[in-house]
């Protein structure tokens, strides 16, 4: 190779090198950790507090019409109460269920006894109205009129022979028996001394639970749609 050609080789090394050392390193930006917003699904969010709202609401005045009849709208004696508190509580049971009718059943039986007192309070009578709130509620919850649909607890039973059930349950097991002791404690008095003279209670008050509960179970699936009424009116 020629001195010229040489010499040529150098320059062109020589430029490559000026060029390459102009080149600025390429900087590598590190991935961005930032995260999207989760979206939150808020109409679903409000259905479901204002379904919980409207649920304690009905609940509540449920209690108050408990409180009303059992303690205005009875004829009450020292041993035996005819009345039909018995309504709203049962009414309770076929819309919620055996916990809230139970809940309600207790607390109209406490705040009932304690402001407007027919006598002593004794908290076995509480036991026996969340009892009976609940058989109410286990044996009438989930019907529906429309689709004729009978509970999932005692489903194809005939919502008759329910009704029929959990009358007995409540009128011999709560009433009759249940009630009947807590009054043998309450006044220190024999068992069966109370036993028959609550018997006559339990022969009139059953039919009539039983009739006035399937009246009002054709009619009981309108009172959550009037009480939106009402709300959507305030």
Known sequence: MSSAE????????TASGDVASHIEPATCKEPSH???????????????????????????????????????????TTFVRFGFGFIPVA??????????????A???????????PTGPYFPGFTLTAFITGAIYG???YGYDVKRSSYGHVLRGFPLTLRTVIAVLLVTILCDLCLNTVWLSILYQKAY??????????TIIMTPVQIILL?????????????????????
């Open 138 to 140: 286990l044996f009438l």
């Open 91 to 104: 009414v309770t049971g076929m819309l919620f269920g055996p916990l809230w009718a139970g809940g309600a």
């Open 6 to 13: 040489n010499k040529a080789v150098r320059t062109e090394a």
């Open 34 to 76: 930032r995260t999207e917003p989760v979206p939150t699904d808020e109409p679903a969010t409000r259905k479901a507090d204002s379904n919980r709202l409207k649920k304690i609401i009905t609940v509540a005045l449920l209690v108050c019409i408990e409180i009303i009849l059992t303690r205005f709208c009875s004829i009450n």
């Open 106 to 116: 207790a607390m109209g039986d406490f705040l009932g006894a304690i402001l407007f």
């Open 192 to 201: 069966m001394a109370y036993l028959f003279s609550r018997v006559l209670k």
């Open 214 to 234: 399937r009246l009002i179970q054709s009619r009981v699936h309108l009172i959550p749609h009037r009480i939106d009424r009402k709300a959507n009116l305030w």
